[in-house]
T-cell receptor
Framework: QQKVQQSPESLSVPEGGMASLNCTSSDRNFQYFWWYRQHSGEGPKALMSIFSDGDKKEGRFTAHLNKASLHVSLHIRDSQPSDSALYFCAASSNYNVLYFGSGTKLTVEP | NAGVIQTPRHKVTGKGQEATLWCEPISGHSAVFWYRQTIVQGLEFLTYFRNQAPIDDSGMPKERFSAQMPNQSHSTLKIQSTQPQDSAVYLC???????????FGPGTRLTVL
């Protein structure tokens, strides 16, 4: 059983729209969460980390963490075609080994 | 800063052959991680080193897979007697002392025929 579940599997939003991605962990040892983005032919690149309950905002990206429910989300406002990529949620219990979700394929349509 | 370098970018082997994948971490980074990415299994942790010492290899298949870090500038992942199910993109990542962000290389796509 995968320790980190992600939804939706794919998502299409218009340029300038809001994209919302979700992630839930089944392991209460996971306390540290990251969002990674992967463009085709490249390795994943960290977008942002979130370790505390609540919201964390970086530019157009906002992450939200609820430790009680082990739910983390990522919201991308004013989506751009360059945001089209695979997005992964990753969780860790010790800041080191990352356990990744299955990914969300985001398509931003011009 | 060239980022994490992985060579080769693509490797094709025949079933039963050996494959060695190379990773050069970002200069000054103290931790090196290996992951495997497939369509079916997604991104899976394999093993990691810190200051060249093996710390956790819980994700490594016990047979045929081995990893080493002989010096701070490179790590290798060796797969003996490759099988078609080993076909995947193998990703190397590094992180710096006191930083928890992992920087990934572009990966090596291994195809076992």
């Amino acid at each position: 059983q995968q320790k980190v579940q992600q939804s939706p599997e794919s998502l299409s939003v218009p340029e300038g729209g809001m994209a919302s991605l979700n992630c839930t962990s089944s392991d209460r040892n996971f306390q540290y969460f990251w969002w990674y983005r992967q463009h085709s032919g490249e390795g994943p690149k960290a977008l942002m980390s979130i370790f505390s309950d609540g919201d964390k905002k970086e530019g157009r990206f906002t992450a939200h963490l609820n430790k009680a429910s082990l739910h983390v989300s990522l919201h991308i406002r004013d989506s751009q075609p360059s945001d089209s990529a695979l997005y992964f949620c990753a969780a860790s219990s010790n800041y080191n080994v990352l356990y990744f979700g299955s990914g969300t394929k985001l398509t931003v349509e011009p | 800063n060239a980022g994490v370098i992985q060579t080769p970018r693509h490797k094709v082997t025949g079933k039963g052959q050996e494959a060695t994948l190379w990773c050069e971490p970002i200069s000054g980074h103290s931790a090196v991680f290996w992951y495997r990415q497939t369509i079916v299994q997604g991104l899976e942790f394999l093993t990691y080193f810190r200051n060249q010492a093996p710390i956790d290899d819980s994700g490594m298949p016990k047979e045929r897979f081995s990893a080493q870090m002989p010096n701070q500038s490179h790590s290798t992942l060796k797969i003996q007697s490759t099988q078609p199910q080993d076909s995947a993109v193998y990703l190397c990542a590094s992180s710096g002392q006191g930083s928890y962000e992992q920087y990934f290389g572009p990966g090596t796509r291994l195809t076992v025929l």
